[in-house]
């Protein structure tokens, strides 16, 4: 509902890249963005990351990563992949003796980071291993932990040093007939990693991994992460996002999840509640009312856009894009779908009747609810409206009272251009007291 997944047609077009596959999940070539988050449990805890991973794909992540840093973390591995419902991929950092564990664990993805596992010999070796299996490859450059030889050839992390990184990598791939790959090229400066993933985007034709690493606790890390990925998936590049939070990685899969259909890339999973900032002619407590309805609404999953407004003078018309909502006037509630009123009901009943109303929008459809209308709603809602326009006019903030005060005020000084002549020494504000023309 709501019409999310034509908003994605508004974006630039996605570029085209290869398609791989992490277990049952696609990545580029046209597939859906996925999400992606990493669990922080020791992963030798076979329940409690299992217990995270369950509550990571609940939250939105369609792929899951866990660390492979000992024997014991792929051991756990062969017992979580196949109670997993995601995909998993082991992440490798120093030790290729732990990617060829983590294969044999029977992992559906691996992700190497090039700047600490360096050998060309084990690098291939583990390729070797993953192309006889059949499974991808990340290779993870970060701007943190860049191979020290590319370092000193571009004098930094810059994005050439990040796009090199993954190319000389993916070179010892092909030496071993290897392509199931993805890229990612991550920095926690937004600016470069867009800078890095655009070079990287017109460099290589593999799936990007887009990320902003290290970006933090909520909510910078959150703007920083939605700033880098937002933008590149505007450009139509990267299909497949993680969010690095210092915080519940539920939150990460959450984010990553919201950010997407947000953006119109996936279609909407769960519940999108809008509501107006309220202003002079707030009829309630919006941010009461909002708060109140995102608590009775969110556990439920539906996969609708809901508004809550202020008023009834501008808020039906303001939200007429929501799927449902509510608006306040007059101790009453009008609640609308698609923007045509459908009910009133008393002000202490509002969040009730949305609630009652999402359900039943949800399980019968726009066109049964919008047939079951209330007949004298419309009516009810639009008498409610012109009295409130009656009471408080088109300037419910006494605005204009305020500019007559300050213009008697001035006038009175003398000194103002509301005085109207704008001549005169005393005509302006730019005329000192002397009546000098203090103006250059
Ligand atoms: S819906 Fe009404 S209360 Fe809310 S911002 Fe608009 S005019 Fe103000």
Avoid: W
């Avoid at 066109?367 to 012109?386: G, I, K, M, P, W």
Wanted: proline share 5%; hydrophobic share 40%; with cysteine.
């Amino acid at each position: 509902m709501g019409g999310m997944e034509h908003e994605s047609q508004l974006l630039t077009p996605r570029r085209p890249t290869r398609q791989i596959h992490l277990g049952g999940v696609a990545i580029g070539g046209g597939a859906p963005v996925s999400v992606q988050s990493m669990t922080t449990t020791k992963t030798a805890d076979v329940e409690g990351t299992l217990a995270q991973v369950y509550a990571l794909a609940a939250a939105g992540a369609d792929i899951v990563r866990c660390t492979c840093n000992e024997q014991a973390a792929a051991e756990g591995l062969a017992q979580i992949v196949p109670r997993s419902p995601v995909p998993i991929v082991a992440d490798i950092h120093f030790h290729h003796e732990m990617a060829l564990a983590a294969l044999e664990a029977g992992v559906q993805g691996l992700r190497l980071n090039p700047g600490n596992l360096r050998k060309e010999t084990e690098i291939k070796q583990v390729a070797a291993e993953a192309r006889d299996r059949g499974v991808p490859i990340r290779i993870g450059v970060n701007a943190g932990s860049l191979h020290p030889d590319v370092f000193r050839r571009f004098g930094g992390a810059t994005p050439e040093a990040l796009v090199e990184s993954a190319r000389i990598e993916l070179a010892y791939f092909e030496e071993v007939g290897f392509e199931d790959v993805k890229i990612s090229v991550k920095a926690s400066s937004v600016a470069l990693m867009i800078a890095a993933y655009r070079l990287a985007s017109d460099t290589f034709d593999h799936p990007l991994h887009l990320g902003v690493t290290e970006a933090g606790p909520p909510p910078s890390g959150l703007v920083k992460g939605a700033a880098g990925i937002a933008t590149l998936l505007s450009e139509g590049i990267g299909d497949t996002i993680r969010f690095s939070l210092t915080a519940d990685p539920v939150e990460e899969a959450r984010a990553g999840r919201q950010l997407l259909e947000a953006l119109g890339l996936r279609e909407r999973k769960g519940l999108d509640l809008i509501a107006c900032p309220s202003c002079g002619r707030a009829q309630v407590d919006v941010i009461a009312v909002a708060k109140a309805a995102q608590a009775a609404l969110e556990d439920r999953h539906l996969p609708i856009q809901v508004a809550v407004m202020g008023c009834v003078v501008n808020g039906p018309g303001e939200a007429r894009s929501a799927d449902i909502g509510i608006a306040a006037g007059k101790q009453k509630g009008h609640l609308f779908i698609r923007g045509k009123i459908v009910r009133v009901v008393p002000e202490s009943d509002m969040v009730d009747a949305l609630v009652m109303e999402a359900e039943k929008l949800v399980a019968e459809g726009v066109e049964a609810r919008l047939a079951a209308a209330d007949t004298s709603a419309e009516a009810e809602a639009a008498a409610d409206r012109q009295a409130l326009l009656d009471e408080g006019g088109s300037d419910p903030n006494a605005a204009s009272v305020r500019i007559e005060r300050i213009r008697h005020a001035v006038e009175k000084e003398g000194s103002g251009p509301a005085s109207g002549t704008g001549s005169g020494p005393a005509s302006g504000p730019a005329s000192d007291t002397d009546g000098n023309d203090a103006s250059p």
